[in-house]
């Protein structure tokens, strides 16, 4: 198993909601039913909280296409 030591500030959030602050890592979002969890290197994280961005299960449920790019 690959750890991201590399990358110790791994966060993320939803790009729907502000869910994903208790998660710690990629594997661990996909585990949870999160999709397009993605690195989000359109922001900086010095602006902002959180490296990563994604699809919570919560929000897929509402509108699993709005997005798509
Ligand atoms: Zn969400």
């Known amino acids: 198993m690959t750890e991201p030591t590399?990358?110790?500030g791994f966060s993320l959030t939803?790009?729907?909601c502000d869910a994903g602050e208790d998660i710690?890592?990629?594997a661990q979002a996909v585990a949870l039913g999160w999709i397009n969890?993605?690195?989000d290197d359109t922001l900086g994280p010095d602006e902002?909280?959180?490296t990563h961005t994604g699809?919570?299960?919560d929000s897929q449920v509402?509108?699993?296409t709005s997005i798509l790019r």
Do not use: A
Request: aromatic share 20%; hydrophobic share 50%; proline share 10%.
């Open 6 to 8: 590399l990358f110790s």
């Open 14 to 16: 939803c790009v729907r």
């Open 24 to 26: 710690d890592t990629e």
């Open 37 to 39: 969890v993605m690195l």
């Open 48 to 50: 902002w909280f959180w």
């Open 55 to 57: 699809l919570c299960p």
């Open 62 to 64: 509402e509108d699993p």
